[in-house]
């Protein structure tokens, strides 16, 4: 791809910053290789890429959280050197991290002011900080309490005191890496009329995101990074959503391959009244039922926390159901452990794929044959390091999984090749049940297509697929049968159609259809 | 009455050295830097306040020097942690057992006083005679005649307490404590407050150590802190860290060597079991607490933000 | 380590120097016990121009005691071994029966075989005659203005091991000798290092009434001496005379002579003298054990109360008890 | 939203409410060979110093420090004898680490294994090899006993084993002293020892004088099942992921918490069973103080070792090696026995250090 000629902008003051030639390099990749990026005030610079194109490093550079191998900052068309987070602060660049930097047990203005309270001597001026705190939040219309503890915080609530921790600051130019990634769309929308309020107020606002339908309500121009390189540099109006899909992934694909529906048999996995507790013991999913047959894809969509991930670790075995009852292929196995639930033949795509999908301190090796310690295929008596390295080398190939090795170790892995040796793990074994809780999370085009075509293939192979997730067009292009589930109830049933993203959007939101 | 009285007293004389090495001993851990070293500090500490208040006549510079030293071993801590990378735990499980090596070795080699290293003439830390206030029904008689660093010990605590929750530097040790990520990004440097925290238990060991050293007898022996400090760290961990918590643990404990020896003075001719009782009480009051907390998340599924200190490498 | 060696090549009539080795069961320092062993043997290495090499261990370090006794025995180079304490006994037993040629001396314990001379001391005699002391002082309030008259002494062990129960005894009959009504308090530190311990367990005892307090804890036992110093009472000191430490509280210190006992020994052993095989007895009546009074604190006439008890002892009118 | 704050700092754990007390995350140590060596080097480098420092005739203290064990087939026993046991509590440090907690309760465990198999044989009346074979078990059952209070705690509660373990070796301490004293004692001794055993029980001696005894025999056995378990049976396989990530253990279907427990009976049952050959194959009787810290030693050699059982096995000839090197050491020259404990701290934090470790 070449890198087109940014249309002169009409009427357009100086950028206020440029990035020229940033280079950096971990190890032997290089994370962002060359850009060069110029913001003008007043603008909302969208900036694209696939996972691990260097959107964040390249942010980060700017930001003084990593240096820079090579390039210059310009701000105001003059070279600084952002050398830590509090320059970049003093320079007039702020932040809103991918992955919240807030402190759970501190104030929503202990947080604001972290690292810069204002005080007398040693002593932190609480009400001086708390006032400030009020003051700018009624005036960029983001509401929160001052002295409510973060924990307490929904996630829009959590991003909002990200955002006026770099307000504090009174930024002139303000980063936001993925802020809608964790947002529910009613909470998308009133954000994106903050951010709006910020450009108008000339702020200059950088927006990485994954999703082109948001950046196309907002951004006024766009930045296109691919394995760290600089692939466009575009005003919004002059590309289309397809252009744009090819540039981000290199290729020219539709950004989802159209899956044909399945064609159910038999119930296999059946869930009767399953009422279930979270870790402090509230009633989190209340009297849920739900079957699953042969050859059918069921997608659970919902917001996240509304008791998903309950569900799956109660079906799964990891969560002991309070009521209720779950029988797989007729074989009753409420409440029995997750080893049991294993041998009943169901397979698991787990949520928190690192914590749980593997042991990052484990090589792939280990990690994939982990799932075949019951069988003579790791050795007789006494494993075999030679049959072990055979199997996993295997199914390496045939799940794309890659590695500098079977010995590499897991953690290791990037994030799509991790999930990768999971599904290698899970499915390769023909489970009857599949169930997988946000199997493409985090993951770029080509990544979640795989997982997905991985899926559908099993369901074709006469496996039950229970698709748990929380990502609309997920669920929609690849479930069978669509059911909501909101406030721990299912809400909503499709069955008989594919329903539109707008349809289940407001079920979602509204607990009811 | 009088019974009360000399039990408060027996107490609060145990409470010195624990209290004094938890206050510390909570920064560090508030900043998720435990330091399971504060045994190891106190003996280094003790060792070098007798040696100080023996050279110098003056037992304050005793204590002095015993607080510097006190850091300076904690520093060693911080050093294998963060400069060598082991693990906290691990490193202050090595730190202990390098005190008892090193203090061993200065006493025989350095003072050429084999086994233990008991100087004569040396002045004591002053003790606090509270002249007519001793006339108090209970506390008088309790608090008459303790030694100054009981009340050094006590200003301790206070401040530590304000130091945690009224300063910036205690909202950053928090912010450490939750989350390095946080800190970094508005450029506070876990490290730097971690160390920082490490030394601040070190010292207040030092004081502790000190007292077993110096305030009653000036006598050192490398067995002299009979695992006081880690009962300190007990103390900690069942105060959750928190300066009133991190006190009454403290207390605790001490209550509980102070009973150890009332219940010997009733011959119920098992002394040497009586003699266990603190280390028992440590473990019950931790096994009480870690139930009762299991009890609050029971419906909690396994841990998994776990990762063990050491693997063995292929 | 404290490898303290003395004497000079070859003594004064040009024979070749006697090598004496001293392993022993514990270390040096504790102003007691184990530092008058030291002091007899250094003298006796002074006096009969041999040479002396003391070996220490950790007193919690048994396998090392064997070692040390072994390595000693092995080298072949000592024409005497000497040796001490309760605990070294068993250990010296297996060792001695594997160097039958080897020559020891063992102090603190009966002799345990043919090639092994052991020197034993009544401590429960010599705790005797303090416990009278004990009794006698708060008895006499008006002879001892720092006692209450309560009625009551104490005890403090290091630990609670027989050795320490044979004070013990010795002290409470001693005490009862005098009135059978004195009540008597015994409590262990749980260590023989930890003087902090024992100052607090002292000053307890003393809340509690004990007017005197002895001291049976080794290095520990500092604080007791501390602690009867700065309550306002009475201390008994032990093995070694005290009394120096804390002069205005410390009444006596009941003496374990095993300094000079080592160096008569020694001088035996040198006149070739020394028996194998037999036990020397440091029993009141050959000042083996003994009481060492300060004459400041302790009036005559109650000193001579002791002593007569103590003639008692000798003539065989009390036999003292014991634990052993 | 829980996700979002401790999100990427799964690794240093974020406390969760209360997880203070809980012994959860930490940093990993990958324990490499060039780590082992390389402590090692530098910490017999630092003793030469201190040597240097104290002793009056450094050559001579050198001498008897690293070759001294070999002069004498005796020392060279002794060395044996001490290897013996350190390996055995060297493996009981290693399961307990492997499996993810820390039992630092070894001491206390090897102790009362050490006075129960003083006692156990002579009261049931066994003798022989029968004797021998009992109270060996007997110490190892008692090991196991005296950790399952931690173990269950920590295993049901996430109670921190660290200091409950450690607690134990005080309690346990003073327990021997109070059962030997009013159980077990020997009535003709002075000292707190149990009567002397039937020569009968002895476990026979390979180089006498030296206390070198078959139990190296007993110990190799052992080392060669250890290694078997942990690199090449599913169990082994299964403890290691147990007590690497419970949670995907658990999530695997392993029992994690089972394995936890089970590995802390057997580290409990291996510091006992120390204990027992310490007794029948050394003192022959339980004479209080009949360890010098094998249980804490033994965590400095598993450390070296690598946590790998052959490694151990290396690990505790070296580190006794020195110990009887540190006696001759002693005996000859000026600079005491405490230079073992030194060299023991120096080498933990050198041995776990990560930047001498350099990548894992
Ligand atoms: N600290 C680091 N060490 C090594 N590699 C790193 C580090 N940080 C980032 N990388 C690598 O640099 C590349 C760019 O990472 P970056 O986070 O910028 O991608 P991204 O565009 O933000 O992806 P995503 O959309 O997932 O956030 C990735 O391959 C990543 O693995
Ligand atoms: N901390 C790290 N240290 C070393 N290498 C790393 C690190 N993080 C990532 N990498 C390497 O960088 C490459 C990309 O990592 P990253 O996690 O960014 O993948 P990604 O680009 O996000 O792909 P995916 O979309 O599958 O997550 C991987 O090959 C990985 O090995
Ligand atoms: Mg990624
Ligand atoms: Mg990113």
Redesign the interface.
């Known amino acids: 791809m070449t890198d087109r000629p940014v249309p002169a902008a009409p009427a357009q003051d100086p950028p206020v910053l440029r990035l020229e030639g940033i280079v950096k390099r971990f190890g032997t990749m290089t994370a962002v290789d060359t850009v060069d990026l110029e913001i003008r005030a007043g603008e909302i610079h969208a900036l694209l890429g696939e996972n691990g194109a260097g959107k964040s490093t390249l942010m980060n550079c700017l930001f003084g959280l990593v240096q820079p191998d090579e390039g210059t900052i310009l701000l105001d068309g003059l070279p600084v050197d952002v050398t830590s987070p509090r320059r970049a602060l003093e320079l007039g660049i702020g932040m809103v991290h991918q992955h919240f930097k807030l402190v759970p047990s501190l104030t929503v203005a202990q947080n604001v002011f972290l690292g810069s309270e204002p005080h007398t001597g040693p002593f932190v001026q609480t009400r001086t900080a708390e006032e400030t705190v009020a003051r700018l939040a009624d005036e960029y219309g983001l509401d929160v309490r001052p002295d409510e503890k973060v924990r307490s915080l929904s996630v829009g609530a959590q991003q909002r005191v990200e955002i006026l921790r770099a307000l504090a600051k009174d930024v002139r130019i303000l980063v936001l890496d993925e802020p809608t990634a964790v947002l529910t769309p009613a909470e998308t929308e009133r954000f994106f009329d903050v951010v709006r309020g910020f450009a108008a107020r000339g702020l200059a606002v950088v927006l990485i995101s994954h999703h082109l339908k948001e950046v196309r309500q907002v951004a006024d121009r766009v930045t296109v990074l691919r394995l760290g390189k600089r692939v466009a540099h575009e005003a919004i109006g002059d590309v289309t959503n397809a252009d744009l899909a090819a540039l981000i992934t290199g290729e020219t694909r539709p950004v989802s391959s159209e899956v044909q529906r399945g064609t159910p048999g038999a119930t296999v996995l059946e869930v009767e009244g399953l009422t279930l507790r979270n870790g402090r013991g509230v009633e989190v999913v209340h009297d849920v039922s739900l079957r699953v047959a042969a050859g059918e894809i069921v997608g659970v969509l919902g917001i996240a926390g509304n008791g998903q991930t309950e569900l799956v670790e109660a079906v799964t075995g990891l969560r002991k159901p309070t009521a209720g009852r779950i029988t797989v292929k007729g074989v009753d196995t409420t409440g029995a452990s997750p080893g049991t639930v294993r041998a009943a033949g169901v397979g698991h795509i787990p949520e928190d794929r690192i914590g749980r999908g593997m042991a990052g301190y484990w090589s792939v090796d280990h990690n994939i044959t982990a799932g075949y310690l019951d069988t003579d295929e790791v050795g007789g008596r006494l494993l075999s390091d030679s049959k072990a390295s055979s199997l996993s080398a295997r199914l390496m190939k045939e799940f794309d999984v890659r590695a500098s090795s079977g010995r590499q170790l897991a953690r290791r892995l990037s994030g799509g090749n991790a999930q990768k040796m999971v599904l290698a793990r899970e499915l390769s074994r023909q489970p009857d049940v599949v169930v997988c809780a946000e199997p493409t999370r985090g993951l770029d085009i080509a990544a979640t297509d795989f997982v997905r075509r991985e899926l559908v293939a099993r369901r074709d192979a006469g496996g039950a697929v229970l698709l748990v997730s929380s990502e609309i067009e997920e669920v929609t292009q690849v479930a069978d049968r669509v059911l909501i589930i909101s406030a721990g109830r299912i809400v909503a049933e499709y069955a008989d159609h594919r329903p539109s993203e707008a349809e289940v959007g407001r079920a979602m939101l509204e607990g009811k259809s | 009455m ?1 019974a009360t009285a ?1 039990f408060l ?2 107490l609060l ?2 409470l010195v050295p624990i209290l004094a090495a938890a206050v510390g001993g909570m920064f560090a ?1 508030r900043a ?1 830097a435990s330091n ?1 070293a504060l045994d190891g500090c106190m003996l280094v500490a003790a060792l070098a306040a007798i040696v100080a208040g023996a050279k110098s006549g003056n037992p304050w510079i005793g204590v002095l020097v015993a607080v510097a030293a006190g850091a300076a071993y904690s520093a060693i801590l911080a050093f ?1 942690a963060f ?5 906290l ?3 202050g ?10 203090t ?2 200065v006493v ?3 003072l ?7 100087p ?1 003439g040396v002045d004591l830390v002053p ?1 606090v005679p509270l002249g007519p206030l001793a006339d108090i029904p209970v506390l008088g008689r309790a608090l008459d ?1 303790q030694s100054a660093l009981l009340y050094v010990t006590v200003v301790l605590a206070v401040v530590a307490a304000i ?1 945690l929750n ?4 205690g ?2 040790v ?2 450490v ?12 440097k876990p490290i730097l407050v971690r160390t920082v925290t490490i030394l601040i238990s070190g010292a207040c060991a030092g004081v502790g150590g000190a ?3 110096t ?3 000036a ?1 050192f ?4 802190t ?2 006081l400090g ?1 009962i300190a ?2 103390a900690v ?2 105060g ?2 928190t300066p009133w918590g991190t006190v009454l643990a403290s207390l605790l404990f001490a209550a509980a060597t102070s009973l150890s ?2 219940l ?2 009733t ?1 119920l001719g ?4 009586v ?2 009782l603190p ?2 009480a ?2 019950v009051a ?2 009480v ?3 009762g ?2 009890r ?19 | 380590g404290g490898g303290s060696s003395s004497g000079d090549e070859g003594s004064a009539d040009g024979t070749k120097t006697i090598n004496i080795s001293a392993p022993l069961s514990g270390q040096l320092g504790d102003k007691s016990f184990m530092d008058s062993a030291n002091e007899g043997l250094q003298s006796a290495a002074k006096d009969f121009g041999v040479k002396v090499k003391v070996i220490e261990a950790g007193a919690d370090d048994a396998p090392a005691w064997e070692r040390n006794l072994t390595e000693a025995s092995a080298s072949g180079k000592n024409d005497l071994i000497v040796t001490g304490g309760t605990v070294m006994a068993s250990t010296l037993k297996k060792v001695a029966a594997q160097f039958p040629e080897q020559k020891y001396l063992i102090f603190d314990s009966p002799s345990v075989g043919d090639n092994v001379t052991g020197i034993s001391y009544a401590q429960n005699e010599g705790a005797f005659l303090v416990g009278a002391l004990a009794a006698l002082v708060t008895k006499n309030p008006d002879q001892f203005p720092r006692a209450k008259g309560t009625g009551k002494i104490g005890l403090v062990g290091g630990m609670d091991i027989p050795v320490i129960r044979d004070f013990a005894v010795g002290y409470e009959q001693g005490a009862k000798a005098i009135d059978p009504s004195i009540e008597v308090d015994v409590r262990f530190v749980g260590d023989f290092e930890s003087a902090q311990g024992a100052f607090d367990l002292a000053t307890a005892m003393y809340n509690d009434g004990s007017d005197v307090v002895y001291q049976v804890a080794g290095a520990a036992g500092l604080g007791v001496l501390k602690a009867g110093e700065e309550s306002g009472r009475y201390a008994i000191g032990t093995d070694s005379d005290q009394n120096g430490l804390q002069p205005d509280s410390t009444v006596a210190s009941a003496l374990k002579a095993v300094g000079t006992t080592v160096h008569l020994a020694i001088e035996q052993f040198v006149d070739g003298k020394l028996e194998m095989g037999t036990t020397i007895n440091g029993g009141i009546d050959n000042d083996g054990v003994g009481i060492a009074f300060n004459d400041e604190l302790v009036p005559a006439d109650i000193q001579k109360q002791v002593d007569d008890l103590r003639q008692q002892v000798i003539d065989g009118d009390i036999t003292v008890k014991s634990a052993l | 939203m829980t996700n979002q704050l401790t999100g990427s700092e799964n690794e240093a754990g974020t406390p969760r409410a209360g997880s203070w007390m809980t012994a959860t995350a930490r940093r990993v140590v990958p324990l490499g060979l060039r780590q082992s060596l390389i402590a090692i080097v530098l910490g017999l480098a630092i003793c030469f110093v201190v040597i240097l420092l104290v002793a009056s005739d450094p050559l001579a203290a050198f001498d008897s420090f690293i070759v001294g064990t070999f002069r004498s087939t005796y020392s060279f026993g002794s060395m044996i004898a001490i290897a013996t046991v350190l390996v055995l509590t060297a493996l009981a440090a290693a399961v307990s680490f492997r499996s993810g907690a820390f039992n630092i309760g070894t001491e206390g465990q090897l102790v009362l294994g050490g006075l129960v198999a003083a006692v156990t044989a002579q009261h049931l009346g066994v003798t022989g090899l029968v004797g021998q074979a009992v109270a060996l078990v007997a110490a190892a059952v008692a090991g196991a006993l005296w950790i399952t209070i931690p173990a269950i705690l920590r295993v049901r509660y996430r109670t921190n084993e660290i200091l409950t373990t450690l607690m134990f070796n005080y309690i346990a301490a003073d327990l021997a002293l109070y059962l030997v004293n009013s159980y077990f004692r020997d009535e003709t001794s002075g000292a707190v020892e149990t009567p002397p055993l039937d020569q009968s029980m002895w476990l026979e001696r390979i180089l006498p004088p030296s206390a070198a005894n078959v139990g190296v025999v007993l110990v190799i056995v052992i080392v060669t099942a250890m290694w078997v378990l942990f690199d090449r049976t599913r169990t082994g396989r299964r403890m290691e992921a147990s007590g690497m990530q419970p949670a995907f253990a658990e999530y695997l279907g392993i029992r994690s918490h089972r394995y936890l427990f089970c590995s802390l009976l057997g580290s409990g049952a291996l510091a006992g069973l120390a204990g027992g050959v310490a007794i029948l194959g050394i003192t022959h009787a339980y004479v209080s103080g009949f360890s010098p810290q094998y249980g804490f030693l033994g965590i400095t050699v598993a450390l070296i070792g690598r946590l790998r059982p052959v490694g151990i096995l290396l690990a505790a000839f070296l580190y006794s090696t020195l110990m009887t090197g540190a006696t001759a050491m002693q005996s000859t020259t000026d600079v005491p026995f405490a230079l073992v404990f030194v060299l023991q701290g120096v080498l933990i934090l050198l041995i776990t250090s990560q930047r001498t470790g350099g990548k894992a």
């Open positions: 009088n000399d007293a027996i004389t145990s851990e998720r399971i294998a400069f060598l990378r082991c693990d735990i691990i490193a499980i090595a730190a202990n057992l390098l005190a008892t090596g090193v061993l070795l025989q080699n350095v050429d006083s084999p086994g233990t290293y008991s004569t003790r005649r130091v009224r300063t910036r530097f909202v950053h928090k912010a404590g939750e989350s390095d990520e946080a800190a970094l990004a508005v450029g506070i007292y077993l050293s305030s009653s007898v006598s022996n490398s067995q002299l009979g695992g880690f760290f007990a961990i069942f959750r860290a020896i009332r010997q003075g011959d098992i002394q040497q079991l003699h266990a280390y028992v440590t473990v931790l096994s607490q870690a139930i907390l299991t609050r998340d029971r419906y909690d599924v396994s841990e998994t933000t776990y990762v063990p200190a050491i693997i063995p490498k292929g």
